[in-house]
């Protein structure tokens, strides 16, 4: 089964601001482009006003592995739920994550904050789950609560969707520059942005309104 490039955005990072709707939101709908290079495209969202959903990837050195896919997509209370097929496989998958997206900037892998916060002082959580429909096989992802505390430490723990279990990971916290913090564990490291004091977000897990 095939699905691997969205699975890894949507797992490989860090593990929501919208409005409630039945079908869109508004900052959310367009299109978004994320580079390899200055000039080369490495993949794209893009969400329709009529709750169409796409997802392009590209790989010039290896074409017949990229993704494309469409479907349709719903987004409310921060989170997508897309239901899409993919031209190399004959499944139809769900995908649901919470996601961030403003004028300029989209992530399909933030954490928000659970109730308020105070910079990145908080807790924060996420979700990104890959479902292949009529499949019985556990579904892929995974659930992230993140609490960032004042005494510049942190806990970090991600809940498989798979039914393995939870790992935690823990650490230390530290300013970078204005809105950027970057994180110490004892199993990774994170440089994290918190944008318009929203949502925190990886930095190689943001697309831009294209």
């Not at 490989?12 to 919208?18: F, I, K, P, R």
């Not at 992802?141 to 798979?162: K, N, Q």
């Amino acid at each position: 089964m095939h699905f691997r490039s969205l699975l890894v955005l949507l797992i490989g990072g860090t593990l929501l601001n919208a409005c409630n709707s039945g079908g869109t939101n508004d900052a959310l709908v367009g299109a978004w482009i994320r580079m390899r290079t200055p000039t080369q495209m490495r993949d794209r969202y893009v969400f329709g006003a009529d709750g169409a959903f796409a997802f392009d990837e590209n790989k010039p050195g290896d074409p017949q592995t990229e993704d494309h896919m469409t479907g349709t997509y719903t987004a409310a209370n921060g989170v997508v739920t897309a239901t899409a097929s993919n031209t190399l496989t004959p499944y139809q998958a769900r995908v649901t994550f919470s996601y961030y997206a403003n004028a300029t900037q989209f992530s399909s892998a933030a954490l928000r904050a659970a109730t308020g916060h105070e910079g990145i002082v908080g807790r924060w959580t996420g979700i990104r789950k890959l479902e292949i429909l009529g499949d019985s096989g556990p579904a892929s992802g995974a659930a992230v609560d993140a609490e960032f505390r004042a005494d510049a430490t942190y806990r970090w723990t991600v809940t498989p969707f798979d039914g393995t279990d939870a790992v935690t990971d823990q650490g230390t916290w530290a300013l970078q520059t204005d809105g950027t913090f970057h994180t110490t564990g004892g199993t990774s490291t994170y440089t994290l942005d918190l944008l318009d004091n929203e949502a925190l977000v990886d930095a190689p897990y943001v697309w831009q309104r294209n």
